[in-house]
């Protein structure tokens, strides 16, 4: 009964090389996000989307590209791996942004992907 | 632009209280967040503050005064499991993101 899964949870692979991680949530939330935490575990947001929709596009080098099959999805393609592309990735959910009267988006995250280039 | 401060580290003494403050200069405040984050985990939520005062949730509670950009998560009767990183986060007004402060590192010590 995982609320947010992410796979793989560890990634190891050479600089170049093309990868991907995905993200799943069964928690019925309409928004989906990445994370980077870095060694100095600084969280920072990547991406986000609303019902498969972008809606958050941070500055990410291009070789970065999420992909929503579904509001339950959202993966993550990572080209031309970079040794600074290092991190733990973290997917996480929330239900959509409140507006006046509404819920506040309390995220759930998944349990990340330790991600090394070498 | 915004701006999240938290200190870096903190020890403190299994059974005793401590406090972990956090400043924040952003536009379009719509409220702040606490996440605690055990090493290699995940973090995950602990209070949300978007009118000022105090929010108590066993022994934990979180303050914010939004004139001052000031929030503080207190926990009371400190146990060894609560060393953990606490990350302070503010969310803007005009999207769905939460932007994070760097973490504070609380250590227990028996």
């Known amino acids: 009964d995982t609320a947010v899964s992410q796979t793989p949870k560890y990634l190891v692979t050479q600089m170049g090389n093309d990868k991907s991680i995905k993200c799943e949530q069964n928690?019925?939330?309409?928004?989906m996000y990445w994370y980077k935490q870095d060694s100095k575990k600084f969280l920072k947001i990547m991406f986000s989307?609303?019902?498969?929709?972008?809606?958050i596009n941070e500055t990410v080098p291009n070789r970065f590209s999420p992909k929503s099959p579904d509001k339950a999805h959202l993966n993550l393609h990572i080209n031309s791996l970079e040794l600074g592309d290092s991190a733990v990735y973290f997917c996480?959910?929330?239900?959509?942004?409140?507006?006046?009267?509404?819920?506040?988006?309390?995220?759930?995250f998944g349990p990340g992907t330790r991600l090394t280039v070498l | 632009g915004q701006n999240i401060d938290q200190p870096t580290e903190m020890t403190a003494t299994e059974g005793a209280i401590v406090q972990i403050n956090c400043t924040y200069q952003?536009?379009?405040?719509?409220?702040l967040f606490w996440y605690q984050q055990h090493a290699g985990e995940a973090p995950t939520f602990l209070s949300y503050?978007?009118?000022?005062g105090l929010e108590e949730k066993g022994r934990f509670s979180s303050f914010l005064s939004r004139s001052k950009g000031y929030s503080y998560l207190l926990l009371k009767e400190l146990q060894m499991k609560d060393s953990a990183s606490y990350l302070c986060?503010?969310?803007?007004?005009?999207?769905?993101?939460?932007?994070f402060g760097s973490g504070t590192r609380l250590s227990i010590r028996p």
């Open positions: 996480a959910s929330s239900h959509k942004s409140a507006t006046s009267g509404g819920l506040y988006n309390e995220q759930f």
């Open positions: 928690l019925g939330h309409d928004t």
């Open positions: 989307y609303n019902n498969k929709e972008l809606i």
């Open positions: 952003t536009s379009g405040f719509n409220g």
């Open positions: 503050n978007v009118l000022d």
């Open positions: 986060a503010v969310r803007r007004s005009s999207a769905s993101k939460i932007i």
